[in-house]
């Protein structure tokens, strides 16, 4: 046993002779390791940035760090990097790190608790050893694998939290650990090596997992305080010296019956395995009947409740998730009665959580029996009914919708318009002197002050032009510049596809994205090739498009065969059906197209 103490007290010794060095090229105030960036302001707080591997003992030796944040894509923090920073107080956040190599911690005396998010699947050989200050640990679901020594001689270490679903608890893990008095492990471990609690003096109870079928030699070895164990059903061997300097073991509990730990192999050394008292078919834990709520469940959240197994020294806590209530909806007030084709609306509100919100009323009439250019077996006729219902679109006169129709610039923004609630716009003015119908008045006066639209040229809107600039709010509310024409697979002449076209040679595209797991579904209304005088060079279509995305296509990739998607000229021309299969960082339409725009 002093053979192994006194090789991991010289390893540490090796790694901390070289800290001087690495602390001094490190530098002060900020810096750059290739492209790893670092900044440490005036209260000691370091902010660790960039991409790549923070390399080994960059900040060694340091004493003038008091916290470490990781953001950025900063991989793997190297050995030894943060080796000795003895005021060094905690780790605000791991941001992409996945792993954390040998010694990397070491030493770190200052160093109180510790969180490790799930995204940290390694941790490497006494990657926070001898951190004597460390009290308690606490690893997420996701943390896989814990290397040889990663807690040992952590003096002040109390408890630490193990997810389930580990592949690897390395030997010596918590060695020297003399403060430790509740280590629950987690049942489905996969491999636990020798020597895990070796000298953990405080330790008085644990409970070994299901799935381990061998007790590793030295396992508890030293283990002076430990009173009682559990062994469960699976373990067919106990190996040399597994339980050797229990001297307090009294008790062992074995989940299986009489003939299986009859068939037990005890290794050497382990007297007072053999000793102790021994509890037959035993339960692993004991826990109470009632949960704990920890969280309360709310209509949208889940909430949490656990429960502790009350064996003296045990620590196991049991979670489980208690599913979120949903709303309870009272009856509603009608805000606005339907009337022809325009649905009305009830608000609704939940009775548990206050929260509100609109529901549609149906219509009293559909739009094809309004509208008797309608076909309501047409592709487009649920996007028709959609806009028509909800007042975004109204058709030409009563009774024509002119669903082959060419969308103006006007039309568009007045769609837009409706969209945002027809705000007021009384006061606002346009640059633009060519606006001669009152109709779309407020509809391009709100267009131009939100930036939606902007001058086809100087002073002019063109609003019966079928070209538009626009804006469409993407992610956080920001605004995303999209440019119609839209850069996507154009038509040539000849009636072929070609690849993705420049942004000056689609005159139009308007279109609603339905995607599911694997497709975009685009029904493209107006497309030609604009020569920028405003004069169309190629045929109008009219016609449905499908992107099927797929992460393992090449980027070469040729259209789909047996497609079921024709394309219709407007010469009554069927065109062969086309399918471009496209990896989803190929897809050309970078942010939602938000309106359906059926024929008009």
């Known amino acids: 046993m002093k053979k192994r103490i006194c090789t991991l007290l010289l ?34 707080g370091l902010t660790v940035s960039g991409t790549g591997d923070l390399p080994d003992g960059a900040f060694a030796g340091r004493t003038d760090i008091v916290t470490v944040t990781f953001t950025g894509q900063v991989a793997r923090i190297g050995r030894s990097a943060f080796a000795g920073c003895t005021q060094l107080r905690r780790v605000d956040g791991f941001g992409a790190v996945t792993c954390v190599m040998s010694q990397a911690f070491a030493s770190c005396t200052a160093l109180t608790e510790l969180a490790v998010p799930g995204t940290v699947t390694e941790i490497g050989t006494g990657a926070f050893s001898a951190c004597t200050g460390l009290t308690a640990v606490t690893l997420a679901p996701g943390v ?40 629950p492990l987690p049942d489905d471990v996969a491999w636990v090596e020798p020597r895990l609690c070796e000298n953990c003096t405080a330790l008085q109870n644990i409970v070994l997992p299901a799935a381990m079928t061998e007790v590793p030699r030295g396992l508890l070895r030293g283990c002076t305080g430990l009173r009682r164990v559990t062994l469960q059903g699976a373990v067919t061997a106990v190996g040399d010296g597994a339980f050797a300097g229990c001297d307090a073991l009294a008790d062992v509990y ?30 692993a834990h004991t826990y109470p009947e009632a949960w704990t709520v920890v969280r309360v469940p709310t209509c ?30 009272d ?18 509100t939940c009775r548990r959580c206050g929260r509100t919100q609109a529901e549609a009323i149906p219509p009293e009439i559909a739009a094809y029996e309004q509208f008797h ?5 047409a592709w487009s006729y649920d996007g028709i009914q959609y806009c028509v219902a909800r007042g975004l679109m109204s058709g030409t006169d009563t009774h024509t919708f002119l669903p082959g129709g060419v969308t103006t610039r006007a039309q568009l923004v007045q769609v837009l318009y409706h969209l945002a609630g027809d705000p007021d716009m009384t006061g606002v003015t346009t640059p633009f002197t ?26 002019v809107f063109q609003a019966a032009m079928g070209e538009i600039q626009v804006c469409f709010p993407v992610l956080k509310g920001k605004l995303h510049r999209i ?118």
């Open 434 to 459: 060519d606006l001669t119908s009152d109709w779309y008045q407020a509809a391009v006066a709100w267009a131009y002050e939100t930036g939606v639209v902007d001058a086809f040229r100087a002073a």
């Open 483 to 600: 440019f119609l024409p839209l850069p996507v697979f154009c038509m040539k002449t000849d009636g072929a596809l070609e690849g993705i076209c420049p942004r000056n040679g689609i005159l139009l595209f308007f279109g609603f994205p339905f995607p599911d797991s694997y497709a975009v579904d685009f029904h493209i209304l107006y497309l030609g090739i604009f020569n920028w005088q405003g004069q169309v060079d190629l045929d109008i279509f009219t016609f449905p498009l499908r992107f099927l995305l797929d992460p393992k296509c090449p980027a070469d990739a040729k259209p789909a065969s047996g497609a079921s998607l024709f394309f219709h000229g407007s010469n009554g021309s069927v065109k062969q059906p086309e399918v471009f299969r496209l990896r989803p960082d190929q897809f050309p339409v970078q942010c939602p197209v938000l309106i359906f725009f059926p024929g008009l």
């Open 331 to 348: 009856d509603g007030v009608i805000v606005r009665a339907p009337s022809g084709v325009r649905m009305g609306e009830r608000r609704v």
């Open 144 to 183: 896989r694998s814990l290397g040889a020594y990663a807690f040992a001689a952590c003096t002040a270490l109390r408890r630490i939290d193990l997810p389930d679903g580990m592949t690897l608890l390395g030997s010596g893990l918590f060695s020297g650990c003399t403060a430790l008095t509740e280590l």
């Open 300 to 329: 949208t959240d889940d909430g949490l409740r656990t429960r502790t197994c009350l064996d003296p020294g045990c620590g196991k806590t049991l979670s489980e998730t208690i599913p979120a209530l949903g709303h309870d909806w």
């Open 11 to 44: 390893a540490l010794c090796l790694t901390l002779g070289l800290l001087p060095a690495a602390a001094q090229a490190a530098g002060d105030g900020s810096g750059t390791f290739d492209t790893v960036r670092w900044t440490l302001d005036a209260d000691g």
């Open 373 to 377: 250019d309608i076909d309501r077996n």
């Open 254 to 283: 074995f989940t299986g019956t009489r003939a299986q730990w009859d068939a037990v192999a005890v290794g050497a050394n382990n007297a007072r395995l053999t000793a102790a008292a021994v509890h037959l078919s035993a339960p």
